[in-house]
T-cell receptor, first 115, second 111 residues
Framework: DQQVKQNSPSLSVQEGRISILNCDYTNSMFDYFLWYKKYPAEGPTFLISISSIKDKNEDGRFTVFLNKSAKHLSLHIVPSQPGDSAVYFCAARTHGSSNTGKLIFGQGTTLQVKP | DAGITQSPRHKVTETGTPVTLRCHQTENHRYMYWYRQDPGHGLRLIHYSYGVKDTDKGEVSDGYSVSRSKTEDFLLTLESATSSQTSVYFC??????????FGPGTRLTVL
């Protein structure tokens, strides 16, 4: 049973427009949600996170929104640039042994920003 | 970028052979993780460590073992590789915050 889902495998937007990537989750016990960007042949790069007690967090062109009642989060990129073309993963944090933070990832969404 | 390296970066091996992947960090972080990435599955946690000699299983741990004898090194071993273990393997580290920081990955092919 997948606890974190990204239902859109791909998204294409025009340069300068807004990109909106979506993510749904099922477990109310997650305490943080994170977004990562991944280029081919590289490791994922951390973008932005949000605590479960917040509903918005902003960092430059990137804003993450959290709707706890709908168990839904989204990443907004404004304005989109060709260099933003990558696979985006959402992740949710739970805890394991010795309170270690463990991340559960969605399947990823491939964003293409067209010039 | 977090000081994290993985070796080897690419490996081709045969079914039934043992394989060890190494993750090395220079950040002195307490927590280290091994993930695999497969199409349609995102990243899935294999094993993690919360200190030297302290490790635990993730969601896809069958067929894998780990060891951590020093803070900076976390080894992932496939005792007898199978074709289903063909994947890209990522190591990650984290400190006090929620974010984990990933290495460049190892592409493993089991023939």
């Amino acid at each position: 049973d997948q606890q974190v889902k990204q239902n859109s495998p791909s998204l294409s937007v025009q340069e300068g427009r807004i990109s909106i990537l979506n993510c749904d989750y099922t477990n109310s016990m997650f305490d943080y949600f994170l977004w990562y960007k991944k280029y081919p042949a590289e490791g994922p790069t951390f973008l932005i996170s949000i605590s479960s007690i917040k509903d918005k967090n902003e960092d430059g062109r990137f804003t993450v929104f959290l709707n706890k009642s709908a168990k839904h989060l989204s990443l907004h990129i404004v304005p989109s640039q060709p260099g933003d073309s990558a696979v985006y993963f959402c992740a949710a944090r739970t805890h394991g042994s010795s309170n270690t933070g463990k991340l559960i990832f969605g399947q990823g969404t491939t964003l293409q920003v067209k010039p | 970028d977090a000081g994290i390296t993985q070796s080897p970066r690419h490996k081709v091996t045969e079914t039934g052979t043992p394989v060890t992947l190494r993750c090395h960090q220079t950040e002195n972080h307490r927590y280290m993780y091994w993930y695999r990435q497969d199409p349609g599955h995102g990243l899935r946690l294999i094993h993690y460590s919360y200190g030297v000699k302290d490790t635990d299983k993730g969601e896809v741990s069958d067929g894998y073992s780990v060891s951590r004898s020093k803070t900076e090194d976390f080894l992932l071993t496939l005792e007898s590789a199978t074709s289903s273990q063909t994947s890209v393997y990522f190591c990650a580290i984290s400190g006090a915050g929620p974010a984990q920081f990933f290495g460049p990955g190892t592409r493993l092919t089991v023939l």
